[in-house]
């Protein structure tokens, strides 16, 4: 019999969805079952609801779209700080909660997983602010309300929230009659005005320069932008909130822009540019260290999805897919500029010296490889690798926005799952680690091959360089963190481990990682506890002025 359950799971599979994330309660059991029973569909089971959250998020930045099952209350409250991560940081995550029977809900039974007020819709309710929508499924609202709830995710590049009642979802209902997503909407009147702008902008400009962000990353518009970019001969700078959107390797990349502590070069030419054109940005303050760009509105041509800023005017967004891809063909001769391409590093050579971020950094520099997905957790991981040019067709996953720490170990894994071509690199700091570290048991249960980097520096060093460098809130207790992948499951088959603290340790460790495909790699690096990149180290005063 074909039932709800399998309609839903159809359109997830229709999406180009392989595998599922999540945590069973007795109120999706036997949902899971017919996930466990679909041809196309692998269960991957998460230590906890967070865990399962962030991993869902990395899977979809890298898949475009992806699925959690939690159970009612306990499993979705503990999944919804990941949520609201996908929702600041546009990424398509469907949240499936299984949900009690009709019949216990309309009786407003007093069952566990509940407030024990007979009432069934708080957590629904708590899910607002953080959903693009949201589907109350019921018998006979199920077909159409999930299909209204996926198209939200996906032309939103917004988390959604389906609750799925255990009766509901076993229902017989007939197969999907056509296609869920709708053909690519074609520009509206009002965004045929803004290309033609933004085409006699750049016509009138001596020396624009193009500001990528992280919705080009959200929407998968990166080719749209090598080919406008490439086109018109266009000088690109990214916000650390969107590296990666290009080719770092590119002759017209000028490195990342984060406003007041760019290299000096670059800071110049975008401040001091007659036409920024920024695309897909999103100016935080962390983005641009402590909003400390200095070029004004008057310069900025800002197209993003959900606000256009032009002549200095805050306008409603646009649908990025179609205005980008009609940006590819305007009538412009080019820039006629020349461009200073980026700076690139000498190679180095590791002595026996400590380890130190900065030696860290440049060693990175000439171990990443083509291809490479590179994950960078808040701390000194982010503001360490944000400064790095990538090799060309890498991709980056950060979270600077939301920067719920712990986030990127899961995500990292998720996104090995949904791409399991590009050896992934996680950087993560010991602090961000102890959070989320049970994911190490699914990542050796999955047989992943990730190499991991923990920057053991005894505590929050980031958080050192906001406020209180010594004081205990900011230590951490010591772990033995070469012992962890035999405590989650490993062995000698499936994991390898290296403790590093001098450079020459560290050029040995890179080395042997990179030729062994086959097992999970584990590199412990050890630095100061008051070390940081320097780019940390100036946003750090930032960020404690910013809060006093
Ligand atoms: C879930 C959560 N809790 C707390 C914080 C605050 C916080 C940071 C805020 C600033 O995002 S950075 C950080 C410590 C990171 O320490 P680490 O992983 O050891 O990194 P480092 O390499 O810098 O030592 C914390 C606790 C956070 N971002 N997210
Ligand atoms: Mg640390």
């Known amino acids: 019999m074909y039932t709800v359950g399998d309609y839903l799971l159809e359109r997830l599979s229709e999406l180009g969805i392989k595998e599922i994330f999540g945590v069973p309660g007795d ?26 959250a962030y991993a869902a998020d990395g899977y979809a930045r890298t ?23 996908s929702y600041a940081e546009k990424v398509p995550v469907i949240q499936i909660v299984g949900s009690p029977t009709m019949a216990v809900q309309n009786a407003h039974k007093l069952v566990h997983h509940t407030l024990g007020d007979g009432k069934f819709d708080h957590f629904e309710n708590m899910h607002e602010s953080v959903t693009e929508a949201i589907g109350s499924l019921t018998k006979e609202n199920a077909v159409t309300e999930i299909d209204r709830v996926l198209r939200a995710a996906v032309l939103k590049r917004r988390p959604v929230y389906l609750n799925l009642p255990i009766d509901v979802a076993e229902m017989v209902v007939e197969k999907p009659s056509g296609p869920l997503l709708p053909k690519q909407a074609s520009l509206s009147a009002r965004e045929v005005e803004l290309v033609h702008e933004l085409e006699k902008a750049l016509q009138q400009a001596k020396n624009p320069v193009v500001l990528a962000g992280n919705e080009l990353a959200s929407f998968h518009l990166e080719t749209y932008l090598a080919d406008f970019i490439h086109k018109f001969n266009l000088p690109i700078t990214t916000l650390p909130f969107g590296k990666g959107v290009f080719n770092e390797e590119d002759e017209h990349y000028l490195g990342v822009y984060a406003g ?58 646009i649908h990025l897919p179609a205005v980008m891809k009609a940006l590819t063909s305007i009538d412009y001769q080019g820039y006629q500029g020349d461009i200073q391409p980026m700076a690139r590093l000498k190679s180095i050579k590791p002595t026996n010296q400590v380890l130190t971020q900065r030696h860290f950094w440049e060693a990175i520099e000439g171990f990443l490889e083509k291809g490479d997905t590179a994950v960078a957790e808040q701390g000194t991981s982010f503001f360490g690798l944000s ?35 590009s050896r992934h690199l996680l950087f993560i700091g010991d602090g961000s680690l ?39 809130y900011n230590d951490i207790p010591m772990w033995d963190y070469q012992k962890l992948p035999l405590v989650f499951g490993g062995s000698e088959q499936s994991v390898i481990t290296y403790k590093v603290t001098t450079e020459l340790e560290l050029a040995n460790a890179l080395k042997a990682a990179r030729l062994d495909n086959n097992r999970l790699q584990w590199i412990e690096v050890v630095m100061d506890q008051t070390d940081a990149p320097e780019l940390l180290m100036k946003l750090g005063k930032i960020f404690a002025k910013q809060n006093s």
């Open 27 to 52: 109120y999706n059991l036997k949902f899971l079952d017919h996930i466990v029973e679909h041809p196309n569909l692998k269960w991957i089971g998460n230590a906890n609801e967070l865990n399962a």
């Open 63 to 85: 898949k475009g779209v992806s699925a959690l099952v939690t159970t009612f209350g306990v499993g979705e409250l503990s999944a919804i700080n990941g949520i609201a991560g």
């Open 260 to 317: 007041s502590p760019t290299e000096e070069g670059l800071r110049k030419r975008v401040d001091t540019a007659d036409l920024v054109v920024a695309l897909g940005a999103k100016l935080t303050d962390s983005a641009t260290s402590g909003f400390s760009y200095d070029f004004s509105e008057k310069q900025l041509f800002s197209l993003a999805s959900d606000e256009v800023i032009v002549k200095e005017e805050h306008l409603e967004g």
């Open 387 to 421: 400064t790095v040019p990538l090799k060309s067709e890498m991709s980056f996953i950060g979270q600077p926005l939301w920067g719920s720490i712990g986030y990127t170990f899961p995500a990292m894994l998720g996104s090995q799952l949904a791409n399991p071509s």
């Open 434 to 472: 102890q959070l989320t570290i049970q994911e190490l048991g699914m990542a050796l249960r999955e047989k992943l091959t990730p190499i991991v980097f923990v920057i053991n520096n005894n505590g929050y060093t980031v958080e050192r360089e906001i406020h209180g460098p010594n004081e205990i």
